[in-house]
């Protein structure tokens, strides 16, 4: 039990595990104290390294921007300053302005977080000549290991395995082709200074390669600035391996044990796991020591993370990048080494020795890490941006962790990363943390946007992903199992207790005039001599379906699916601290399931996850709200975000797949492509910049004999 109550170190009392002797100790390493500190990033990870920085005693700055101005980080930091509009280029992005603001409040330090500046050169450089202390790498390290073609040479020369293919200055459209078709296809196309997904793509025949690099391109100039690229063989299914290693300036670098990040989305993480399950010891020493001799090569200094491409059957590895700063999923080797890394950093930054030697880091259980988007999985993973109208989130204790920087009320913004929270999860071994996984998953209440959960939930459960048969691919393998259709007993089941729920619910706000919170819904609040039968028109997905019910007596209905068999239910609803719990028994089987409504929506939270159904509007406002229907002849933007660019003008004729659009969302870029051959008839008033709302209409299509 003490090992598990060192694991939550961001609760406990100040001080990490004792500090070893460190070897090769440097004596010209100058000491700084940091008792101030900048975070130069939002969310999540602003709140998070706000945590450890007041477990420390070191008084911490917030920045943010317009659309921050109520953000978490904010309200925890103890001071704040506003640096510029939403767009993160003219925010979070402003080195100048943020290094202004560092000298202005009086800050020793600026903490990069992840992202944004988390790997800038220039804004590693000016904070040295400014005097402020970049909590991370020296600038030559960031340097290298951020163009992808120097790092490749670097790793080669010191016995890291690579895999094959170009990585070479000359970048003109005649040299790439020719460099892909000596590497062979499938490829991989990637940003040299990329990360995150981001200006990556695969070109799986040599048709698809211009295309794809084209793409590749304009993403990695939007997000860094730079479009070079460099070409790799595309190895198939492939395990994604990463090891975190930390380095100090006295010239001890080690490793925290590997992660496994293999499932994923639109290449980006979704679920990591630490330890990699399956790999053999002497698999996990051969990485370990590669990881440390990566970092050895460009004398690292702080937290960093080498990834490494990992052969699905053989474990064979190769390296792919060096990420310079600390990732998203560093948690979960938190967990299952009882560390906590952000305190690592900070000591590591004022000249102190690593607080442990490799022989003192000891691997204890297992972890996950489950990212909780707000996305539509079913719909690509498309990003949603809105309000967190309701967000219920399991409770963190010695093994689980909660790492967010929203709050109920907050809004997603269309400008950032669409990420709500990271539930991180310990357990003994890799079942029961598995096990319990999924059962705070459930534990998730979320109305206002649609998210990831029950993906996460349906994901966690396949069998081959329990037996640790994990790969890069794994998704589009296993898609039949993750985005089931909706079957008709379950579609009833779920009708039945949302119609239930919502007319006990609406009828004792009709009968008790003040607050009902804490108290169980009586019978008297059915009204029984007001109303003895009611029907629910609801949608279930596409499916239309009615629910009647019939009061009998009591807690006790006969209810009716559609034209389907009557059923004798009892019910009742009460209030509890995880929100509205609706109870039933039919034919002996008891029911607990949370209800939530939320506009004309009905929600449903129980061990499958979360399900929405619709309460239907009458017909005559259906007609009305249909005559606004999206036009066929068009195409509209399937996300809200940025209008980036519009591709065609009227008059134009267009084929069916061609780019119309570019819309970019939270980051990502999405091509909206012509549904059909026609004309352009028109293009919105939005110009290049504007806002747009998912279903905006974009452009208008005619057919070409009309045009005419």
């Not at 070079?228 to 492939?238: A, F, H, K, S, V």
């Amino acid at each position: 039990m003490a090992y598990l109550r060192q694991l939550y170190s961001l609760k406990t009392a100040p001080g990490l595990v004792r500090f070893s002797h460190a070897q090769n100790l440097k004596a010209d390493v100058q000491r700084r104290q940091i008792d101030k500190i900048l975070i130069a990033n939002r969310g999540e990870i602003a709140c998070r390294v706000m945590r450890t920085a007041k477990k420390l005693g070191i008084r911490t700055v917030a920045v943010y921007s317009d659309a921050d101005k109520h953000a978490m980080h904010v309200e925890m930091a103890d001071e704040a300053y506003h640096i510029g509009p939403a767009p993160s280029t003219q925010s979070y992005l402003n080195a100048n302005k943020i290094l202004q603001v560092a000298k202005t409040s009086g800050s020793q330090a600026v903490h990069p977080g992840y992202g944004f500046l988390s790997e800038n050169v220039e804004f590693c450089e000016q904070c040295t000549k400014e005097n402020v202390i970049f909590i991370g790498p020296p600038t030559s390290a960031i340097r290298d290991m951020g163009i992808k073609s120097t790092s490749k040479a670097i790793m080669s020369e010191a016995g890291v395995p690579i895999v094959k293919g170009y990585h070479g200055e000359e970048q003109s459209i005649e040299r790439l082709q020719a460099e892909a078709q000596a590497i062979g296809f499938p490829l991989m196309i990637k940003a040299v200074r990329g990360g995150g997904g981001k200006g990556m793509r695969i070109a799986m025949t040599e048709a698809d390669f211009l295309p794809q690099l084209e793409s590749a391109k304009r993403e990695s100039l939007k997000a860094f600035g730079d479009d070079n690229m460099l070409l790799e063989q595309y190895i198939t299914d492939p395990r994604h391996v990463e090891v975190q290693v930390f380095g100090d300036m006295h010239g001890n670098a080690v490793h925290l044990f590997e992660r496994d990040c293999s499932v994923q989305r639109r290449h980006q993480k979704i679920i990591e796991e630490a330890p990699a399950p399956g790999l053999s010891e002497a698999t996990r020493q051969e990485l370990g020591a590669a990881a440390v001799r990566a970092a050895k090569a460009v004398g690292y200094v702080g937290a960093g993370t080498v990834e490494f491409i990992l052969h699905r059957h053989t474990h064979a590895f190769h390296f792919m990048e060096m990420n310079t700063r600390l990732q998203v999923e560093h948690p979960i080797t938190e967990m299952i080494t009882g560390t906590d890394l952000v305190e690592w950093q900070l000591r590591v930054a004022s000249g102190e020795p690593l607080p442990l030697s490799q022989d003192e880091i000891i691997r204890r259980g297992h972890a996950f890490e489950c990212r909780v988007y707000a996305e539509e999985p079913g719909a690509g993973f498309l990003p949603r941006a809105g309000t967190l109208h309701r967000l219920t989130q399991p409770q963190p204790d010695s093994t689980v962790r909660i790492e967010t920087g929203v709050r109920q009320g907050d809004e997603v913004s269309v400008h950032y990363d669409p990420m709500i929270a990271k539930l991180v999860v310990w357990g003994r071994d890799r079942g029961e943390a598995l096990a319990k996984t999924r059962a705070k998953l459930t534990e998730y209440q979320v109305a206002g946007l649609e998210t990831n959960v029950n993906f996460l939930l349906r994901l966690s459960s396949a069998p081959a992903f329990g037996a640790g048969d994990v790969h890069t691919s794994f998704i589009p393998q296993h898609e039949a199992a993750l985005f089931p259709q909706h079957e008709p007993a379950r579609a009833g089941r779920a009708a039945l207790h949302a119609a239930l729920g919502h007319v006990l619910k609406t009828q004792a706000e009709q009968a008790v005039n003040e607050s009902w919170k804490g108290i169980s819904v009586p019978p008297s609040a059915w009204r029984p001599n007001y109303q003895l039968k009611k029907t629910v028109p609801l949608k279930f997905g596409d499916k239309d379906m009615k629910v009647t019910i019939e009061y009998l007596q009591e807690d006790k209905f006969r209810i009716q699916v559609n034209d389907g068999s009557w059923h004798e239910v009892e019910a009742s609803l009460r209030w509890t601290d995880a929100g509205l719990r609706l109870t039933t028994t039919i034919e002996g089987k008891r029911e607990t399931v949370g209800v939530l409504t939320h506009e004309e929506q009905v929600h449903l939270y129980d061990e499958n996850g979360q399900t929405v159904l619709e309460l239907a509007k009458p017909k005559y406002l259906g007609a009305v709200g249909n005559q606004a229907a999206v036009n066929k002849d068009s195409a509209a933007s399937p996300t809200p975000g940025i209008l980036e660019r519009v591709l065609v003008k009227p008059g134009d004729k267009v084929t069916a797949g061609q780019p119309l659009f570019v819309v970019i969302a939270m980051k990502m870029e999405y091509v909206v492509r012509s549904p059909r051959d026609g004309v352009v008839a028109g293009v919105s008033g939005a110009r290049q910049g504007d806002a747009v709302g998912k279903g905006a209409e974009v452009v208008t299509l005619v057919p070409e004999t009309e045009s005419s």
